[in-house]
């Protein structure tokens, strides 16, 4: 057990919906982490928060928007959902998101878009 | 640009056969390389963090090395259960903090 905790773990809905991914980071960690995983693109960053601010963007669509609250938790919300959203949705957390730090990876969130 | 490669994209090995697995990168400047281990379905866990050119870890039957070009990540009698997919991942210089993922291989070790 990583100490990283997602929800949902499944997530079915349609095209054009809105959802949002939840993330409680590892105890004592201050950075959150939000990757997309599918099966043709591998592991892809969308983006960091430190301690309640943005730190890095990757390739997050505009569609997508996160954010993290005061108590370190974090949410992912797609919106306008496509089929091609479909994928392993991962959070991780690190002490300080800095040079040299492991990440620790929750379980993931498997979004379905039909 | 900044990229990372693994080889192969799949490897089978017969259990107790030794092999290893590639990760070969070009960075501006190399912080950190990592090993990840991800089964399926399930989240990257952390194996290795690597620094510096000759630099070597170990931790059970795995064994990582580094070079300024590359790391092996070396796997010594393997059994079923070291079987998984194994990422590769770089922080360089510029990256912001940030790691550039390699695709993985998929190991499977048959009994």
């Known amino acids: 057990d990583s100490g990283v905790t997602q929800t949902p773990k499944h997530l079915i809905t349609a095209t054009g919906q809105r959802v949002t991914l939840r993330c409680s980071p590892r105890?004592?960690?201050?950075?959150v982490y939000w990757y997309q995983q599918s099966l043709d693109q591998g592991l892809q960053f969308l983006i960091q928060?430190?301690?309640?601010?943005?730190?890095a963007k990757g390739n997050i669509l505009e569609r997508f928007s996160a954010q993290q609250f005061p108590d370190l938790h974090s949410e992912l919300n797609l919106s306008s959902l496509e089929l091609g959203d479909s994928a392993l949705y991962f959070c991780?957390?690190?002490?300080?998101?800095?040079?040299?730090?492991?990440?620790?990876f929750g379980s993931g969130t498997q979004l379905s878009v039909l | 640009e900044d990229q990372v490669t693994q080889s192969p994209e799949a490897l089978r090995l017969q259990e107790g056969e030794s092999s290893s697995l590639n990760c070969s990168y070009t960075?501006?400047?190399?912080?950190?390389l990592f090993w990840y281990r991800q089964d399926p379905g399930k989240g990257p866990e952390f194996l290795f963090t690597?620094?510096?050119?000759?630099e070597e870890k170990e931790k059970e039957r795995l064994k990582a090395t580094l070079t300024k070009k590359e790391s092996f990540l070396h796997i010594t009698a393997p059994k079923p259960e070291d079987s998984a997919t194994y990422l590769c991942?770089?922080?360089?210089?510029?990256?912001?903090?940030?790691?550039?993922w390699g695709a993985g291989t998929k190991l499977i070790i048959k009994p």
């Open positions: 991780a957390s690190s002490a300080q998101g800095g040079f040299g730090e492991k990440l620790f």
């Open positions: 105890s004592g960690d201050l950075s």
């Open positions: 928060y430190y301690n309640g601010e943005e730190r």
């Open positions: 960075v501006s400047g190399l912080r950190g």
């Open positions: 690597l620094y510096s050119a000759g």
């Open positions: 991942a770089v922080q360089a210089r510029d990256s912001n903090y940030q790691l550039i």
